[in-house]
């Protein structure tokens, strides 16, 4: 059976618009949450978002064809490219032998709204012909493969928050039974306009702080919600075979992945945590267990439940052979481009041999008995990262990365 390996990534996300950059902030704990200034919050308890910033749209796309895109496919489009870019997969293989799992939890939002308002103002005969090719989930999949040439499967997975971390599993599955020799992965969101946080914050489930270096604080006593983000994150999947032929750079393996669901509540993880558990041992039954510290990367929201289901789940799973840490702190919620960029930075750990931190996290929650990465980065001879996301819906998806060659 073929191995799945990475050879390429790219991510647009609040702490950095490319894979250097991304790199750069993250292990050093910076965040990209800030006051929210693109709204009135006078009416809102939420204050705080974390935007993609510094972005010039016009050096990726000319004018007339990004406004023919919505803000979540534009994520998508150039974390795509450069994780193609990276590993060099575009001039080295059959078109017909790459696909696309590109997912979103939301899809455009952005384009719906605006769209909407439009004809409440304006009458329908304003509505833009470009409102469902912008709106619909799966475009920025039939986006990406139409911009790469990917001639493929091209897919997109509707499950929530853990669409992209399903998006690489599912990816593997692929490439392992052989009906593609590479994929390109991920997911990508643009889901901060006020109609959709206010939703979230009637679920309770949005951080009410107004200090920004303490609004997402995963697993600690004063968590408060998560902090909506924004951003795309890729990946390239290729067969070890195909890889290695070409001559690519290997810059990991995803060797395990576990779904389950709890069939248990629409929002709200199942208090015993017995799916989660199970979507993690499958994962790490799939790659091969091993006997040393991990570095898991936890989906770690900070709303008050699910990090306490999350904690038992992987304490029960891995005991204290877990340094655990959240990068929601630094770069929010990113929703379908969470897992996508998660295991991005599951494999930074790797080849840097150092766990990020959950910046802002402080006091860990007493009931809380794991390992979580506090205040700076952590060093530690890692071999292999677990990224844990979990949805609305009950979805739990698990991915294993190993090292290359390990």
């Known amino acids: 059976m073929e191995k799945a390996v990475i050879t390429g990534m790219g991510a647009v996300s609040p702490i950095g618009n490319t894979i250097p950059e991304f790199e750069k902030n993250l292990f050093a704990g910076r965040h990209g949450i800030v006051p ?22 016009n050096t990726h796309f000319p004018p007339r064809e990004a406004r023919r895109l919505d803000r979540h496919s534009l ?12 590993s060099g997969i575009l001039d080295a293989i059959d078109p017909f032998r790459i696909g696309v799992n590109l997912s979103t939890g939301l899809g455009g939002v952005d384009t719906f709204i605006d769209t909407h308002l439009t004809m409440q103002n304006k009458g329908p005969r304003r509505v ?48 392992r039974h052989g009906y ?34 303490r609004a997402s ?36 393996e995803v060797s395990g992945y576990g779904l389950t669901s709890d069939a248990s ?50 304490a029960r799973v891995f005991g204290d052979k877990a340094l655990v840490s959240s990068t929601k702190s630094m770069t929010g919620h990113l929703l379908g481009a969470a897992g996508a960029v998660e295991a991005i930075a599951g494999v ?34 890692l071999t292999r990262s677990v990224s844990l996301s979990l949805g609305f819906g009950g979805h739990n998806a698990c991915l294993v990365i190993d090292r290359p060659g390990e």
């Open 128 to 175: 833009t012909p470009m409102l469902i090719p912008k709106f619909a989930p799966n475009m920025s999949a039939g986006l990406v493969a139409i911009d790469l040439g990917a001639r493929g499967p091209s897919t997109s997975h509707s499950t929530a928050c853990a669409a992209g971390t399903v998006s690489i599993g599912e990816g593997m599955r692929a490439i």
């Open 75 to 86: 994520f998508a489009l150039i974390s795509a490219r450069e994780a193609a870019k990276e």
């Open 217 to 252: 604080i995963p697993f600690d006593k004063e968590r408060k919600g998560f902090v909506m983000g924004e951003g795309g994150g890729a990946v390239v999947l290729e067969s070890e075979t195909h890889a290695r032929a070409r001559g690519a750079t290997i810059l990991a």
């Open 348 to 381: 930074m750990a790797l080849q840097r041999g150092e766990a990020p931190p959950t910046a802002g996290t402080t006091d860990i929650d007493d009931d809380m008995h794991i390992d979580v990465v506090r205040g700076e980065s952590r060093s530690a001879p």
């Open 265 to 314: 509540h629409i929002t709200a993880p199942d208090d015993e945590g017995e799916a989660i558990d199970r979507a993690i041992t499958d994962a790490l039954s799939d790659a091969g267990e091993r006997d040393e510290t991990v570095y898991v990367n936890a989906h770690g929201t900070g709303t008050a439940k699910n990090d306490a289901v999350e904690a038992a789940a992987i």
């Open 36 to 57: 929210c200034d693109h709204f009135d919050t006078t009416d809102m308890a939420v204050n705080v978002y974390a935007p993609v910033t510094d972005l010039d749209i």
């Open 180 to 213: 593609v020799d590479a994929m390109i992965c991920g997911g990508a969101d643009a889901a901060t306009q006020k109609l959709i946080m206010a939703g979230f914050q009637s679920l309770r489930a949005l951080s009410t702080s107004d200090d920004p270096d």
